[in-house]
């Protein structure tokens, strides 16, 4: 019966240190996932509860002794397929943030400066509404500072075709807003 | 269109292999069309940022529904409420004390009311409409008064009418809601505790306009 104690053992210590990890990383990660999940059309209450069950299965994860690489794209994974469980109608809604005011920009700005603001946000939307949903993903992805890797990892596709989509993706808004 | 311009994008990211990125900054250096276009690439990508900011902030705000106010301000009365039924017990507990006559009297401000400990209930409602002025009137209908009356304080103190509209946003306090302030007074005639209660009707408005 002493074989038993070992393995019993093993799981509660990495219990402990899983939960101390899971704390960092969720000061850490909490906002950027927030954003990420806001921005792909998840209402702030529902990107709350994916951000919730996102840490609570990371957990999980570190206690049952899962895998300790690259937690970020693994959360961001996990937080992105929950918001497709739960929203399946998601792609339309990154476009609708552009139709809301958009005048948390411009506070500091003139009021002239804040029409030009405005005027360009709107038109940022418009060709955000352009894109395709794994470019949007790809590009809010890559505002939450993921390396091209992690993406592929979390959208389940290849690293060339994350740069093909950035790449393409990028030279859109840019041409759509004459930047 | 440059050979380059497929790598441009992946080198603003750090993406390129030390090589390649070594031969995109030379050919950077030949080349003003690439120029431009990493900076029209580093600008976009800092708006597409900045949107996102805006589109979170602006979530955020669509995300507290025109009820909250309604429910935050019934639960702040409701917190009242028990807060008001929680202290009976309380103050009837804690043992009363006198405070001299000539040191309220002598308070500038206030109609005060000093009441020893061993009036009857139905005393202490008499005295206590009695003292109140007109000017900042007891706001209660008499049935939530008579409630009132066994917990009546036994020191000095001013009761203030506040309209709800005062305190909370418009539409976030049930209609017809409005809050009495007990003010005790200390000898010193500063402000020595303040109760806030809510009551829910009765309240004339014109009674507390100038």
Not at chain 2, 111 to 137: D, F, G, L, Y
Request: net charge negative; charged share 25%.
């Amino acid at each position: 019966m002493s074989g038993d104690a070992a393995p019993l053992a093993l799981p509660l210590s990495r219990l402990s240190t899983g939960a101390c990890e899971a704390t960092t990383l969720y000061r850490e990660l909490q906002k950027p996932l927030l954003r990420y999940l806001v921005c792909l059309g998840l209402s702030s209450d529902e990107a709350q509860d994916v951000v919730q069950d996102a840490f609570l299965i990371l957990h999980r994860h570190l206690a049952s002794g899962g895998s300790q690489e690259n937690i970020r794209g693994w959360l961001f994974r996990v937080a992105h397929n929950q918001a497709r469980n739960r929203q399946n109608r998601y792609d339309r809604n990154f476009a609708a943030a552009s139709d809301v005011e958009m005048d948390a920009v411009s506070h500091e700005a003139t009021p002239e400066r804040a029409v030009l603001e405005k005027e360009k946000f709107q038109q940022l939307g418009k060709a955000i509404r352009l894109l395709t949903a794994s470019e949007r993903e790809c590009l809010l992805l890559r505002a939450s500072g993921l390396r091209y890797r992690e993406i592929g990892e979390v959208l389940g596709i290849a690293t060339s075709t994350v740069s093909d989509i950035v790449d393409r993706a990028i030279k859109k808004l840019a041409e759509k807003c004459n930047v | 269109m440059c050979d380059f311009s497929g790598k441009l994008i992946a080198w603003l990211d750090h993406e390129l292999p030390p090589e390649e990125a070594a031969e995109v900054e030379r050919h950077l250096a030949d080349c003003s069309e690439c120029r431009s276009g990493v900076d029209a690439y580093k600008r976009v990508s800092c708006e597409f940022d900045a949107y996102c900011d805006a589109a979170i902030a602006s979530n955020s705000r669509r995300g507290v529904p025109r009820w909250a106010p309604v429910v935050l301000g019934a639960g702040a009365a409701a917190a009242l409420v028990a807060l008001f039924l929680a202290m009976p017990q309380t103050r009837v507990e804690s043992p009363a004390f006198h405070r001299p006559q000539t040191v309220a009297a002598a308070s500038p401000v206030i109609v005060t009311n000093v009441m020893p400990a061993s009036v009857s209930p139905a005393e202490k409602v008499h005295r206590r409409q009695a003292v109140t002025p007109a000017s900042i009137r007891n706001a209660n209908a008499a049935p939530v008064q008579s409630q009132d009356a066994n917990v009546l304080p036994d020191e000095p103190m001013i009761q203030i009418a506040i309209p709800a509209d005062e305190m909370f946003p418009p539409g976030a306090v049930p209609e017809g809601m409005h809050f009495v302030a007990d003010l005790s007074i200390a000898a010193d005639g500063s402000a020595e505790r303040l109760r806030l209660r809510p009551r829910l009707a009765g309240f004339e408005r014109s009674t507390t306009q100038p």
